[in-house]
């Protein structure tokens, strides 16, 4: 019953920013963070950023860290990405998703998420 839906992605220009947004419904109990991956042709799925569903850890991978943030609207459901001076290497399918249980800290492994979102393609021209 759970469902993950991001949009807000899009075609930009090296140096640009996009802002991403996912969705949830259905998550009544059970989710300890919320994360966001990307997934480049050829590549495989890598953990970009990710929250606590209480807000009190926070995540990134080192190839984004300082560029990227991520926030969460509990009230409202919705964890947003924020991207800024984007590069051509950032070009990927983006996906949202929810993690189950851990250990106190977000989960940076894509078998540590039980749902996911659809995807959201991102691309950066040079």
């Known amino acids: 019953q759970v469902q993950l839906v991001e949009f807000g992605g899009g075609l930009v220009h090296t140096g640009g920013s996009l802002r991403l947004s996912c969705a949830a419904s259905?998550?009544?109990?059970?989710?300890?963070?919320m994360g966001w991956f990307r997934q480049a042709p050829g590549k495989e799925r890598e953990f970009v950023i990710g929250?606590?569903?209480?807000?009190?850890?926070?995540e990134s991978a080192g190839s984004v860290k300082g560029r990227f943030a991520i926030s969460r609207d509990n009230a409202k459901n919705t964890v947003d990405l924020q991207m800024d001076n984007l590069r051509p290497e950032d070009t990927a399918t983006y996906y949202c998703?929810?993690?189950?249980?851990?250990?106190?800290?977000?989960?940076?492994?894509?078998?540590?998420?039980?749902?996911w979102g659809q995807g959201t393609q991102v691309s950066v021209s040079s």
């Open positions: 998703a929810a993690a189950g249980v851990s250990n106190g800290i977000v989960p940076t492994l894509e078998r540590q998420y039980r749902y």
């Open positions: 259905g998550l009544a109990f059970g989710i300890h963070a």
């Open positions: 929250i606590t569903w209480n807000g009190d850890s926070m």
